[in-house]
């Protein structure tokens, strides 16, 4: 095998005799692709401006054919860039021509292919073809530009800055070195790399082979530890120019001129950063609407004739130019269609924060600063169904649906998590391990997780054997994927701790002297090497139980005031095996009602990797009458997949358009009641019936019945 050629530091490729391996150096994957050549292969490197879409590196090859092993996605575009579809399970042939195909799985692949005609297809039986074999048969030896685009989910190289807040804001200038693109299609998360992580030290130190990006934008702010976090969402996200000023102020360059003050007498700093990130992420999604993906979009249909532009027309404009026609549009009217942001972060004015700068970036975070003066986001937990705008009953005996068909989503983040060590109730407390962990650990598939129920109350025990094997997805795990710890000795505690274990849900109180088990509290500082990845855990010093956990091994926690049923466990493990992260999981099973919570590390991690890199999503059905229902379809946001992204729920019951993570949309025709049970019986997905919850512990005809006699019988 000849390795490396093209070294690139973030690409490389290994070439044998048949098989190709694009290779992510900096996440530690290989996309293997098996070839047919008519000689040796003779890779030779090539130029990425070949494609049409950022690469990293690319090389060479002639085949006859091209194999590639388990794409999640794949996707074919003209030369022109214009995008023609996906391969299914049916041959495509496609005529003479240049065409782009991108190969999406554990590294983001792509092939240029010049001047050949080929087919295309999945090889698998029935139709799905996520993580089926895609085979690529050429009419004749072709030569074929291979390319591949980091993942880039963690930081490349460290910036290093001394505790002076001029200096970070000169750091600033070069988090958005790992964006790969500055256009519009930057609204895509696969092109928003990690920023480089930032250390504290002597002096400013910025790695030569970073660079500023050339937008034409530049931000100012007074020089500032608070105003400078304010602004550093926006910056690396329009890859701004930074310099201190008297007030802060955006300035479009290039010969436009344009100055938008960023605080004024009614708006602080934080609202009008927060809202400029807002508006310029769902613009920049309308105006890519014809770019590298296409396809229906609801947001689009339902915007664009109200724009004072034509969004496809700045396709390929300047920065300047988009950003002076997208601060024409009122924030109003884009409101209804703001995805909820998943994260809201809250530093300290101090220059302590600063290290945790580039991870909560790297998911695209608001950033706000508790420095006394009250503008920072008191953290709110919203439960109900009513605050997310899908109905928990209908009002005035009439469907409260043609309003809220346009009505904003929930305006408040999923989640405010805190650098304070005390964060308020509701709130997380941000560690720079929980994300170094999220990183490190491998997410495993749904059928191999592993969940440990740890107490030592018999009957406790009993009830979570109960309720598990009443909840599914539960039953797709293994047969050793759940154990239950009873009565566990201050070792076993310990090897449970140590243990590679997915979800920890921990009975055992926590005090000041540890967690108690039967024969004596066990201190988490004497845990060497914490196996566990999330857990759950409760008492009076659960936080700081919590974070020593966190410090140890693990990447996200819960700690709870007080204990809750089993009943209320297992339904939160449910969630979380459906690919909803912690904090989601405690808001849909209402566990915050029943206990003050709080979370550690980094609680928009999930827990597993759903089949195919599926985003969970959550099912609202409002019933109309008894036999007509409308369904609202929630695509959950996580540090996996993040703000800018699209879904759509596949199936006949659903519109064709996509929408944006983190939206609640009604889809385009009611159910019957036969068919929302059809729904309750799939598990992959949380559903509700008129607010209710239904978490599969009862027949589901039997559910959904009453559900409409109650609801309906309640608006008369």
Known sequence: MTAGIGAHPLISFDVGSETIRIRDELEQQDLKLRTTAPDELDPQPALTDLFVFPVDNAITVTVSKLRVETPIGTAVWNGDGNHLGEFTTTPWELPDGTYFVNMQSTVNGYLRIDDASFTGVHRRSGTRTQNSPLELTFAEPTSVTIGGRSFHTRPQTTITVPDDPQAILEALAYLGSSIKEYSCERSWPTLRGHPPAIERG????????????????????????????????????????????????????????????????????????????????????????????????????????????????????????????????????????????PMTAVFQSRPDDVELLPSVLSVLSK???????????????????????????????????????????????????????????????????????????????????????????????????????????????????????????????????????????????????????????????????????????????????????????????????????????????????????LADGVRLTGIDDRSTVRFVGNPAHPVVRRDGAAIPQRIDVVSASTDEHDLFLYCQLTDIHQVGSVSRFIGDRSSDAYQLNGTTVRQSRRLSTTEVVSLLEDDDHVSRVNGQPYYGERDPEAFVRESVRRTLTDVQ
């Not at 990130?277 to 105006?287: A, N, R």
């Not at 999330?534 to 091994?553: C, D, K, M, N, Q």
């Open 202 to 341: 002597d002096r400013l130190e910025i790695p030569a082979e970073l660079s500023r990006p050339k937008t034409g934008v530049t931000i100012s702010v007074p020089a500032t530890y608070a105003d400078v976090y304010r602004v550093a969402p926006l910056v690396f996200y329009l890859g701004a120019d930074v310099e201190v000023g008297d007030r802060p102020e955006l300035r479009l360059e290039d010969g436009y001129g344009y100055v938008q003050p960023l605080r004024t007498e009614s708006r602080s700093l934080e609202e009008t950063v927060d809202e400029l990130l807002e508006t310029c992420l769902v613009l920049d999604s309308l105006t890519r609407v014809d770019g590298y993906l296409s396809g229906p979009r609801y947001e689009y249909d339902e915007l664009a004739p109200h724009l004072p532009f034509y969004p496809p027309n700045l396709y390929g404009e300047p920065l300047s130019a988009q950003l002076l026609e997208y601060l024409e549009v009122s924030p109003s009217l884009l409101e209804p269609y703001v995805p909820r942001w």
């Open 367 to 581: 950033v706000h600063v508790d420095d006394g003066s009250g503008s920072a986001t008191t953290a709110r937990m919203e439960t109900t169904a009513t605050t997310e705008t899908v109905p928990e009953t209908m009002r005035d005996g009439e469907p409260a649906l043609e309003s809220l068909e346009h009505a904003p989503q929930s305006s408040s983040p999923i989640l405010t998590c805190y650098t304070d060590a005390q964060p308020p109730a509701g709130a997380g407390c941000l560690l720079s391990e929980g994300f170094e962990h999220a990183l490190s650990h491998s997410l495993p598939e749904v059928s191999d997780a592993r969940i440990a129920y740890v107490t030592d109350v018999p009957d406790r025990a009993d009830r979570v054997r109960t309720a598990s094997d009443d909840v599914a997805p539960t039953h797709r795990l293994e047969s050793d994927g759940i154990t239950i710890v009873d009565r566990p000795s201050k070792r076993d505690l310990e090897r449970t701790l140590e243990s590679d274990v997915d979800v920890l849900y921990c009975d055992l109180p926590v005090s000041n002297d540890g967690i108690e088990c039967p024969d004596g509290p066990l201190d988490p500082d004497g845990v060497d090497d914490v196996g566990v990845k999330t857990f759950v855990v409760y008492g009076p010093a659960s936080l700081a139980a919590g974070r020593e956990l966190i410090r140890r091994g693990a990447f996200a926690g819960l700690v709870l005031e007080n204990t809750v049923s089993p009943v209320q466990v297992v339904r939160l493990t449910k969630t979380l095996l459906q690919g909803h992260p």
